[in-house]
């Protein structure tokens, strides 16, 4: 039954509606890579990229239900602004599929290209005494709070514990996150390598969420062959996650981006509300369910149901660019 369906038969909008039947989902969702991946992609396994999230987690034990672990191969890509625990994580979850995991540390090939010390050099222009062994993460503005989210602050914690919160003017927001992008631009890259060499497919990890948000790098994370999860709701991929087994601890670990040397959340630098609340927002908007009864079933007011439907439309249309091809002449 869809969760359409089970609206119309109850007038009570609460977080029920996303409820799944996991053992039906996900074998529609192997059924579908089985036949995307020998009909549209004539390829013959799989390579995905694992970060120990919960994302990644669930895609890569549903591409070991579609073509079995011998044909999955899984890349574990640190840098030097990660988190020790990802790549724990990540081999915990690839040692209970049986799924080669292949480590491509990228940390050299990021600091040659510039990476750390063009997003340090933006720093410095409103931090000059920014350095090694500083940390930094970038924030937006909370939405339920009326800042509006194209608000952009960057935090730094200096060597001595010093924590400051700074308003970025445009060029120097731009100038970080495009240092920063070339993360999972490289990680892409290598992703591709290996399908190439051994005629894989690419899986994207993005949830419904992201992918309508445009929570994602063009070219970078956002460049996939198949996207087994992109129409489930974060709620949904927790739900996946329990009946495909992955560890409990990885389904108990905070969504974070893990770019920054600063512990971030993904509502820090990207969305307004935790992801249960977010979830049920998104769905009311595009279902036509009143603000009341989606503050009502999400625990928030009406006023900032109202923002966060805002914030929602706002990153539409903003981030509409990341979802279009190349544009060419007829």
């Given at each position: 039954m869809s969760a359409t369906t089970a609206l119309n038969r109850s007038s009570a909008f609460t977080s029920d509606i996303l409820h799944l039947d996991a053992a039906a989902e996900v074998e529609r969702i192997v059924t579908a890579m089985r036949t995307q991946l020998r009909t549209d992609l004539k390829r013959r396994g799989l390579v995905l990229g694992v970060s120990g999230g919960i994302d990644s987690s669930v895609c890569a034990a549903l591409a070991v239900r579609a073509v079995g672990p011998e044909r999955v191969l899984a890349l574990m890509m640190p840098e030097n602004d990660s988190d020790p625990d990802s790549r724990r994580l990540a081999e915990a979850l690839l040692d209970g599929l049986g799924a080669e995991g292949?480590?491509?540390?990228?940390?050299?090939?990021?600091?040659?290209?510039?990476?750390?010390?063009?997003?340090?050099?933006?720093?410095?222009?409103?931090?000059?005494?920014?350095?090694?062994?500083?940390?930094?993460k970038v924030t937006i503005a909370n939405s339920l709070e009326g800042d509006g989210f194209a608000i952009s602050y960057l935090v730094v914690q200096s060597l001595d514990g010093e924590t400051r919160r700074l308003r970025m003017p445009a060029e120097v927001y731009l100038a970080i996150v495009a240092a920063t992008n070339m993360k999972q631009r490289t990680r892409k890259q290598l992703e591709y390598y290996h399908a190439d060499r051994l005629n894989y497919a690419v899986i994207g990890t993005p949830n419904k969420i992201e992918y309508d948000q445009g929570f994602f790098v063009k070219n970078g994370d956002g460049a996939a062959d198949l996207k087994p999860i992109a129409h489930l709701y974060k709620s949904q991929v927790y739900q996946l996650a329990e009946y495909l087994g992955v560890p409990e601890e990885i389904r108990r670990r905070p969504p974070t981006t893990d770019t920054w040397t600063l512990a971030q959340s993904q509502e820090e630098f990207y969305f307004s509300v935790p992801y249960g609340q977010m979830d049920l927002c998104m769905y009311g908007l595009d279902n036509g369910v009143s603000r009341?009864?989606?503050?009502?079933?999400?625990?928030?007011?009406?006023?900032q149901v109202g923002r966060v439907w805002a914030d929602i439309e706002g990153k539409r249309r903003s981030t509409r660019y990341l979802h279009l091809p190349a544009l060419a002449l007829e």
């Open positions: 292949v480590v491509e540390d990228i940390g050299e090939t990021l600091a040659a290209m510039g990476c750390y010390q063009r997003r340090d050099d933006a720093i410095r222009t409103l931090v000059p005494e920014f350095g090694p062994g500083w940390g930094c009341d009864d989606v503050a009502q079933a999400a625990g928030l007011t009406a006023e």
